[in-house]
């Protein structure tokens, strides 16, 4: 695996889905399937900091100038029982059937249940969260591909890894709806 640190000009933040783009530029064959996850933040300074978290070895070089990135390989490997402090932002919703036959509407999840919606994620992906607690929200939008927005939470705490395998897919696959407009991506700390 690779993570990536990108610093560049706050601007590439403004329309989410051009962000999307220009990081897809950063992998080889952008024909395959999506094998990254990246959260922005804005940070002071007009700066973006953008983290990238990909299976494939990025190619920066092509998208930012080079004093904007580092990356920097790993394989991470874990054991049950392992405890970490995590830093999330997800996206989650909500399916309201429609009848038979029809495709059911999703609505974003009310902020009130992000906390109990994580730490039931937990169960299905390997992990058990120990603490969680809401940072603030998130909005991510684009005036220029469909004109959409995106909501969701940030998170913090920790969790102890339960099924080894299963949460190392989950580290590598993310969490939650809205993947490829920065949101899912687990970042770890060791206790």
Do not use: C
Request: zero cysteines; charged letters at 25%.
């Amino acid at each position: 695996m690779y993570i990536s640190q990108i610093i560049t000009e706050y601007s590439v933040l403004n329309d989410i889905y051009d962000l999307h783009q220009r990081l897809w530029r950063g992998f080889s064959d952008p024909g395959e399937s999506r094998d990254f996850l990246f959260r922005a933040e804005r940070r002071p300074r007009k700066q973006a900091f953008i983290l990238v978290q990909s299976l494939s070895p990025p190619h920066w070089d092509e998208v930012f100038s080079p004093s904007q990135f580092m990356v920097k390989g790993y394989d991470p490997v874990f054991r049950a029982g392992q405890r970490f402090y995590f830093h999330i932002q997800v996206s989650a919703s909500v399916a309201k059937a429609n009848g038979p036959g029809k495709q059911p509407t999703r609505k974003p999840l009310p902020w009130s249940h992000y906390e109990k919606w994580f730490s039931e994620q937990g169960g299905k992906r390997g992990f058990e969260t120990l603490t969680v607690s809401r940072l603030g929200e998130v909005f991510v939008s684009s005036h220029k591909k469909k004109r959409f927005s995106i909501a969701g939470q940030t998170l913090d705490g920790t969790l102890q890894v339960t099924d080894p395998e299963l949460f190392l897919s989950t580290y590598q696959g993310g969490i939650g709806r809205s993947k490829a407009f920065g949101f899912g991506m687990l970042s770890l700390k060791r206790m």
